[in-house]
């Protein structure tokens, strides 16, 4: 099984801060590989897909990069909003494992 | 507008079995995957299983920790998939999302709004 990290697993940051979270597969998955954003009480949502490709609708702060192994998910300029747990997700090979999450904090 | 809505949790024993529904509307159901995703209180995401559409031979595969327990199906004429979950255990409590996925690419891009199992005695 492909397994996924991501870090860190918390992180506190200022309105308009940059934020980075990464994520590692453990074996290469090429760029089958999405962001979503959960806000509490609420399901997820897709950010990017196919790791950098913004889905439509979402801000242009959002951003995904990377391949193979390793994989950023950027917010240019934190928001309030924001503030959720963000989540990886590999769709290689099943298991389609998810990362542990990134709770987002406002400092 | 593409919905998902999941239905048939609650509260069920340990050992019991249970199905859950998850009814769609607003996209052609049979061109799509769907994938199940659960929550237990407080925790991340898990994946739980996915199943292809009849045009990718409507296979499915699961998670480790409910292979041979749960199974996932559908029903293309009713735009409707199902996981029917068996010999339920109190680690099996969680919310249940219902996604649509992609056969091979994009992966999940709906989700529905989940639907809570709980199991206890």
């Known amino acids: 099984d492909i397994q996924m990290t991501q870090s860190p697993s918390s992180l506190s940051a200022s309105v308009g801060d940059r934020v980075t979270i990464t994520c590692q597969a453990s074996?290469?998955?090429?760029?089958?590989l999405n962001w979503y954003q959960q806000k509490p009480g609420k399901a997820p949502k897709v950010l990017i897909y196919?790791?950098?490709n913004l889905e439509t609708g979402v801000p242009s702060r959002f951003s995904g990069s990377g391949s193979a192994t390793d994989f950023t998910f950027t917010i240019s300029s934190l928001q309030p909003e924001d503030i959720a747990t963000y989540y990886c997700q590999q769709y290689d090979n099943p298991p389609y494992n998810f990362g542990q999450g990134t709770k987002l904090e406002i400092k | 507008e593409v919905q998902l809505v999941e239905s048939g949790g609650g509260l069920v024993q340990p050992g019991r079995s249970l199905r859950l529904s998850c009814t769609t509307s607003g996209f052609t159901f049979g061109d799509y995957a769907v994938s199940w995703v659960r929550q237990a209180p407080g925790k991340g995401l898990e994946w739980v299983g996915f199943?292809?559409?009849?045009?990718?031979?409507?296979?499915?595969d699961y998670a480790a920790s409910v292979r041979g327990r749960f199974s996932i199906s559908r029903d293309d004429s009713k735009s409707i998939a199902y996981l029917q979950m068996d010999s339920l255990k109190t680690e099996d409590t969680a919310v249940y999302y219902c996604?649509?996925?992609?056969?091979?690419?994009?992966?999940?891009?709906?989700w529905g709004q989940g639907t809570l199992v709980t199991v206890s005695s």
């Open positions: 196919e790791a950098s």
């Open positions: 996604t649509r996925d992609h056969n091979w690419n994009y992966g999940i891009d709906y």
């Open positions: 074996q290469d998955i090429r760029n089958f």
């Open positions: 199943i292809r559409s009849k045009a990718y031979g409507g296979t499915t």
